[in-house]
């Protein structure tokens, strides 16, 4: 065994320090370099990493041999921390506990990440206390942890004396209609609060209520993430009483609700005397044409929506030409999400001839429904003329096959305003490929063009490559899952390794 001692730290050179500092992670850097001694302590506060080092993302690995105290020590020590990501470490109660002691006192970190992390209803007593006291944090994730009722009751006693926070994520942490009630209270005191995630927990009916009571009062609140809640006809009923009424609410999110036709009709129904809100998700509401044409009529005297997401749910093709028709006249929507709706080529044409008329919609997504070629069609008509401002159109999984594509494709030749167009799963084969990559030769506008899962093989991939060697916008071309083998792997090497063409080797021959 050799006798040669190595020298300590304390006694190496400032640059020989800093040397050895290059090769730790911010992780090793912030958390174990740290108060080993004073003399190295100071080095730390000079070297250029550590002085500009504003975020902290922590891996699980990492965690467990630095440990909660460490992360809470070193937060006492830097000055300049912003951001701290801990999501998906298990710190649970115990160690969520140091790390809010340090909170009370920090006066740099705006945004902590706890999402994921086990923490329960005592946890969040201890961030709660935490949040009293400190004034410089403005963004909360607590989501999927389990703080359940009694961890809002904490949280929501902290938000009557906070005045900083303006952003908290509580999804996925079994909140129930008792626990929201502890929120709502806090709401109608709280100033600053602009956005709040309760998305994926179980308020229900009752929690709906109660929020909706506390949206008279607050008037700081912008967006209010409620999907996924079990919310009913009645819950949609209380909250629309309140949109009528609150004038700051700019985003509403009830997705994968059971609001139904007759929910859907007291929500739209406050739509005619609000205007405040730009974004509202109705999707997977089991919202038929009924449903629709409530919708469309609210649209009507609506002057403020610009976002609509009616995805995954039944408003077929009558739905869809009530959407259509008041689309003809309508000048603020300028994203509409109607896929999976059991929408045929009916009311696929109906939507292409609205578009005819609009001069205001960028953004259609109509994946998942049964277009056809003969739907197709009129939308590629729609797309020739080129008199709408329509920029992003997805139709993946729509059964077009090769007639659809080449429709679309003489289309792209004179479109002048698309720059997105999925086409997913559409069984186009190599002929539709070929349609398609002819268009490309001339179109100077499409920027990213999605053909996964479309039956293309090595003639159908030859074709698009060569089309890119000329086209020099299309940014981004999707081919994974297709039946493209060695010959069309040739075509297409370069392009994969420009980053203009993706593309899985499950489907690889």
Known sequence: MSNKTHPKLDVLSVELVYRILDYLNDCDLVCSAS???????????????????TTLNLESDQIRHQGAQNIAEALKQTKILTTLNLESILIRDQEAQHIAKVLEQNKTLTTLNFGSSKIGGEGAKHLAKALEQNKTLTTLNLGSNKIG?????????ALEQNNTLITLHLSWNTIGPEGIHYFAKA????????TLDLGSNKIG???????AKAL??????MSLNLRSNQIGDQGAKHLAEALEQHTTLTTLNLGSNEIGDEG?????????????????????????????????????????LTTLNLQNNLIGDQGAQHIAKVLEQNTTLTTLNLGSNEIGGEGAKHLAKALEQNNT???LYLSWN?????GIHYFAKALEQNKQTLATLYVGHNHIGADGAQQLAKALENNKTLTTLDLDNNQIGDQGANHLATALEKNETLTMLFLSENKIGDEGAQHLAKALEKNKTLTRLRLDDNDIGHEGMRFLKHLMQEGRVSWNHRNYR
Do not use: F, M, W
């Open 35 to 53: 108060n080993v001694s004073s003399r190295l302590n100071a080095i730390i506060h000079t070297y250029s990493r550590y002085q500009t080092l």
């Open 149 to 157: 009722d009694e961890g809002a009751k904490h949280l929501a006693k």
């Open 187 to 194: 709401l109608e005191q709280n100033k600053t609060l602009t």
């Open 205 to 211: 009916d009752e929690g709906a209520k109660h929020l």
């Open 216 to 221: 008279e009062q607050n008037n700081a609140l």
């Open 264 to 304: 859907a009709q007291y929500v739209v129904r406050a739509l005619e005397q609000n205007n405040t809100l730009t974004t509202l998700n109705l999707e997977s509401n089991k919202i038929s044409e009924q449903g629709a044409q409530y919708v469309a009529r609210a649209l009507e005297q609506n002057n403020t």
């Open 361 to 363: 919609l960028t953004r």
């Open 370 to 374: 049964k277009v056809g070629p003969e």
